[in-house]
């Protein structure tokens, strides 16, 4: 697996990746289906209301759990906030949803991430590339995914 340098996030990238919150602001953050979520979560050092729009990476209808990842890494603000404080609300398409946040461990984030790579080959292809990684195995997308990318359960409460 080849690792390039990660550049930050800046400018009309940034303001690309939070445009979708906007949408959900303005009431409409439903036209963006179930493959996104609006995560409302507490900021761990300044206590305020955060947001931030995933993607959802997977949803076991029959917990009605949703999945998603961490896919800056373990440094990520809103990553970090969950982890301190793991009861967040979710909206999914128009629908609201009060859940606990819980971390997978890495074998579990590693098998995640492998199986979001079968579902969605060219989007991981790709968000592994803008993450730094090139891959191309299953066995990659298991490392990035146990080393580098987080995945998270929103379990309902």
């Known amino acids: 697996m080849k690792t390039t340098e990660r550049e930050p996030v800046t400018g009309l990238k940034r303001f690309l990746f939070r445009a979708p919150i906007f949408l959900y602001r303005i009431g409409l953050g439903g036209l963006l289906g179930k493959r996104f979520l609006l995560l409302n979560h507490i900021g761990r050092k300044s ?3 955060r947001q931030t729009v995933l993607e959802v990476v ?3 209808k029959e917990t009605d759990t949703f999945y ?3 896919g800056f890494g ?3 603000d809103w990553y970090l906030n969950i982890l301190e404080h793991p009861k967040v609300n979710i909206q999914v398409g128009w629908r609201k949803m009060a859940v606990t946040a819980v971390p997978l461990t890495p074998e579990e984030s590693g098998q995640a991430m492998v199986d ?3 579902r969605y080959p060219t989007a991981a292809k790709n968000l592994s590339k ?3 990684f090139e891959v191309s195995t299953e066995e990659e997308y298991r ?3 146990r080393e580098h990318i987080p995945f998270i359960a929103l379990k309902p409460r």
Do not use: E, M
Request: proline share 0%; hydrophobic share 30%.
């Open 47 to 49: 206590g305020k209301q």
């Open 58 to 60: 997977n949803h076991d």
């Open 68 to 70: 998603i990842a961490s």
């Open 74 to 76: 373990k440094k990520s």
């Open 116 to 118: 979001y790579a079968r």
């Open 130 to 132: 803008i993450l730094g």
């Open 143 to 145: 490392t990035v995914g």
